[in-house]
């Protein structure tokens, strides 16, 4: 759900859509915390979702750092910070304080120490530099109004082999009737690619057990060798 918001949630609204980029919906983060709460963790969001399928095609281990960007009420974090341990870490982030709030206080009850928060801006995740094994975008990146911005910070809190993980929605879910975002505020995977691409990450490979969804890995381009 953080940048704004797991398995997730919601960005600031773009007053203009960039000609490379979709445009965002109203932002809806003035519902009540129950009720995104409620909204984000029911059991059919789950269903779809397959958040333990997810963890295992990650392979996560013991120790590793993550960053849940869009993390919301902690679907995937939480889960995150049981998979990697107690010397693990997860920043669980977003741009809404108050779910964050909720997030922590959620964490404290289940023993996850390892989890914490981060109230982000629009175009920076405010992660700690050179922190992060894995970057993760879940529901989120259709919310973010200038995602190459966001890109840029994120990766100087990326690690020497990096990768970043987005599951998302293309526009034909819309028409399918899978969420009620409209086609246009969606984001094709070929423009993840893309654009990811441009940021310097390489597409690894794509898994398909989403029913709704798609699901790709990436990894950081190695540094072209100066000239000799």
Same mark, same amino acid.
């Given at each position: 759900?953080?940048?704004?918001?797991?398995?997730?949630?919601?960005?600031?609204?773009?007053?203009?859509?960039?000609?490379?980029?979709?445009?965002?919906?109203?932002?809806?983060?003035?519902?009540?915390?129950?009720?995104?709460?409620?909204?984000?963790?029911?059991?059919?969001?789950?269903?779809? *979702?397959?958040?333990?399928? $997810?963890?295992? =095609?990650?392979?996560?281990?013991?120790?590793?750092? &993550? /960053? +849940?960007?869009? @993390?919301?009420?902690?679907?995937?974090?939480?889960?995150?910070?049981?998979?990697?341990?107690?010397?693990?870490?997860?920043?669980?982030?977003?741009?809404?304080?108050?779910?964050?709030?909720?997030?922590?206080?959620?964490?404290?009850?289940?023993?996850?120490?390892?989890?914490?928060?981060?109230?982000?801006?629009?175009?920076?995740?405010? *992660?700690?530099?050179?922190? $992060?094994?894995? =970057?993760?975008?879940?529901?989120?990146?259709?919310? &973010? /109004? +200038?995602?190459? @911005?966001?890109?840029?910070?994120?990766?100087?809190?990326?690690?020497?082999?990096?990768?970043?993980?987005?599951?998302?929605?293309?526009?034909?879910?819309?028409?399918?009737?899978?969420?009620?975002?409209?086609?246009?505020?969606?984001?094709?995977?070929?423009?993840?690619?893309?654009?990811?691409?441009?940021?310097?990450?390489?597409?690894?490979?794509?898994?398909?057990?989403?029913?709704?969804?798609?699901?790709?890995?990436?990894?950081?381009?190695? /540094?072209?060798?100066? @000239?000799?």
């Amino acid at each position: 759900m953080g940048i704004a918001l797991a398995a997730t949630a919601v960005l600031a609204l773009a007053p203009v859509a960039r000609p490379d980029q979709t445009q965002r919906p109203a932002p809806s983060d003035r519902r009540p915390v129950e009720e995104r709460v409620s909204r984000w963790e029911r059991p059919e969001r789950e269903a779809k *979702l397959k958040p333990e399928e $997810v963890l295992k =095609a990650l392979d996560l281990r013991e120790g590793m750092a &993550i /960053a +849940d960007i869009g @993390a919301g009420s902690g679907l995937f974090a939480r889960r995150f910070a049981r998979a990697v341990g107690p010397r693990g870490k997860v920043y669980a982030v977003d741009i809404s304080a108050d779910i964050l709030g909720y997030l922590r206080e959620r964490a404290k009850k289940e023993g996850l120490s390892n989890l914490e928060v981060i109230v982000s801006r629009e175009d920076d995740p405010m *992660l700690p530099a050179r922190s $992060v094994d894995l =970057a993760f975008f879940s529901d989120t990146t259709h919310h &973010i /109004a +200038d995602r190459m @911005a966001l890109y840029a910070k994120m990766s100087a809190a990326l690690k020497d082999g990096a990768r970043v993980a987005v599951i998302d929605y293309p526009p034909e879910a819309a028409t399918k009737g899978f969420t009620s975002h409209k086609p246009e505020e969606l984001v094709p995977k070929s423009q993840v690619i893309d654009e990811l691409d441009r940021a310097g990450f390489r597409f690894v490979r794509e898994w398909d057990f989403l029913p709704q969804n798609y699901f790709l890995l990436f990894e950081r381009k190695p /540094a072209a060798n100066p @000239a000799r």
